[in-house]
């Protein structure tokens, strides 16, 4: 006896052709409120084709075909070419198209660093591996512009038209710029750093040098050009290390092998080794690491943009399929648990939004006193709390989705993979808290004016006055005792900003359930422990 063995229902339909900013009204709100409002149709069109079937698809299959390393050619000449799948190279012709890797500088209107912000968050919620280079390039852009002969490479840096040809800068459209600072034996101590500069005539600022040495992590090694630190004699300085000679011959800078990631798959990180390679000094002689740093803090703000938007899809996702799924003859979104943990994880997407743009705001003003505080002391701050509540935010998610979740056929492993990253690159969980604590000591009149402004703002909550006035007690006490303080001060100050924030510009509903949950002795350490049903903010957070 043959026949139809079952009928297939209660499957969750797969979540394409929507608007990913339309459906976001947190963004949306953020972007008029943070200056960016010119940008908000364009935005409209790029959420559309962000959320279409056809997007989604390029993103996935990027995902699936990892980039693979060509170090010799069929005559053993040795070419260092990284290949990638054709659609990587359209989700970054998208990208360019966007500005993502130079808008903020190429046409620096107010708003230029929110507007970008908004944009960043969008794409890294469909494919976030394509961010690490437009990141790099971007980051990149402060520290070239002060350099004499930065106006050379300036049009193809500014350029919307992405070109992936592996050929020397004068038959390109564009470029693309990555970071090589760690090494085998130090890791974040990049003062242990060993590779060498040696100055091929005059030594200093804008000399030639050739490196020997290597770097264990090299982001987006397929890159026009690296910026990279070295020493040379007892000092550390910033070289600017081209993929191709002026002569056009290609640079000695050898492809070890591609690093096998846990996640990021769409995009290369590699392992290189410098064999007299030819570089350029950047920055001050000396002053590599601090030079380093400058671009640090913007790609710091870029990790937490892409956090935010892995906070956002896990949740999107979460709630797409709640409201899909029936169990128990209801839908999942009608059941009184899985509403708490669903309006917990919006609490945590909306509040990662606020601050996120808050902070991309900051960027784009000019010498304010909090503003600087923002860009220098919560910054990093919030790349270690976001980043880690990423993680925790796709992970409960994936549980939403049960089983389903699990398979990679769907797109929760995906996100999960992804998550760690921002909390490991660009200065990992503890590196990051001793520099919120180096930041505070080192900038006194920026920390007064953060614990100024939370007085202020806390003075007439309770609760948020309460955990204000310890964290101010905290810090007042010695140095040497401090170190071991290093995560709850950066936890308990994100948190108070994002609560501010959220008071500030969210509904009152919202705000008052993340203080609750968040400062009122009643948070878990999971999910949905302490949160009330809240039908209205998950409607909020996908009126879709």
């Known amino acids: 006896m043959s026949g139809i063995t079952h009928e297939v229902r209660n499957q969750v339909p797969e979540l394409s052709d929507y608007n990913v900013y ?10 008029k409120r943070d200056g960016a409002q010119w940008h908000d149709e364009a935005l409209r069109h790029y959420g559309a084709r962000l959320g279409s079937k056809e997007t989604l698809a390029w993103a996935h299959d990027a995902n699936r075909h990892k980039p693979e390393l060509e170090a010799f050619d069929r005559c053993g000449l040795r070419v260092d070419r990284v290949h990638f799948h054709p659609d990587w190279h359209r989700i970054m012709r998208m990208a360019f198209l966007q500005g993502m890797h130079s808008s903020a500088w190429s046409d620096p ?5 929110a507007a970008r912000a908004a944009t960043y968050l969008l794409h890294g919620q ?3 591996g394509s961010l690490c280079p437009v990141t790099m390039t971007s980051a990149a852009i402060p520290v070239l512009r002060e350099e004499s002969w930065f106006d050379s490479i300036s049009p193809l840096l500014y350029s919307p038209q992405y070109d992936e040809r592996d050929l020397p800068l004068s038959f390109k459209t564009s470029m693309t710029i990555g970071m090589g600072m760690t090494e085998k034996q130090g890791g974040s101590d990049l003062r242990s750093n060993a590779t060498r500069a040696l100055p091929v005539g005059a030594a200093g600022r804008g000399a030639e040098y050739r490196l020997l040495g290597h770097k264990w992590f090299f982001s987006s090694p397929a890159s026009d050009a690296h ?14 290390v081209p993929r191709w000679c002026a002569d056009g011959s290609k640079n000695q800078v050898h492809i070890q092998r591609l690093k096998n990631k846990m996640g990021n798959l769409s995009n290369a990180s590699g392992e290189v080794e410098f064999n007299d390679a030819s570089a350029i000094m950047v920055g001050e002689e000396g002053r590599g690491i601090a030079t380093l740093l400058t671009m640090a803090s913007y790609t710091r703000l870029d990790c937490i943009l892409g956090s935010t938007a892995l906070i956002r899809q896990s949740l999107v996702q979460a709630l797409h399929h709640a409201r899909h799924r029936q169990a128990f003859g209801r839908a999942l979104i009608d059941q009184e648990l899985m509403q708490a943990v669903l309006t917990d994880l919006v609490l945590e997407s909306e509040a990662a939004t606020v601050l996120a743009m808050r902070l991309a705001h900051a960027f784009d003003a000019g010498g304010d006193l909090l503003d600087r505080a923002y860009r220098r002391i919560l910054t990093p701050a919030a790349k270690f709390w976001v980043c880690k509540r990423a993680i925790a935010v796709a992970a409960e998610c994936m549980e939403v989705w049960g ?7 769907g797109p929760m492993p995906r996100l999960l993979r992804e998550a760690p990253v921002n909390s490991i690159w660009e200065g990992s969980g503890n590196v990051i808290c001793l520099d919120v604590l180096r930041a505070m000591k080192s900038h006194p009149d920026l920390a007064q004016a953060l614990a100024q402004t939370l007085s202020h703002d806390c003075a007439d909550e309770p609760l948020l006055a309460d ?10 006490g010695k140095g040497e005792t401090l170190e071991s303080a290093g995560r709850l001060v950066a936890q308990e100050l994100v948190l108070l900003v994002q609560a501010c924030l959220l008071r500030r510009h969210a509904p009152q509903a919202l705000a008052d359930a993340f203080i609750l949950t968040r400062f009122g002795g009643r948070g878990g350490r999971v999910f949905g422990v302490s949160q009330r049903p809240a039908p209205s903010l998950l409607e909020r957070a996908w009126p879709m």
């Open 227 to 240: 910026l990279v630190l070295a020493r040379h004699g007892d000092r550390l300085s910033c070289f600017y």
């Open 403 to 409: 089983g389903n979740g699990y398979i990679e056929d």
């Open 467 to 476: 955990s204000a006035r310890g964290l101010i007690s905290l810090l007042s």
């Open 22 to 31: 339309l459906s976001d009204l947190a963004l949306q709100e953020a972007v």
């Open 126 to 128: 469909v494919e976030a």
């Open 109 to 113: 209107k107010p708003g230029a660093q």
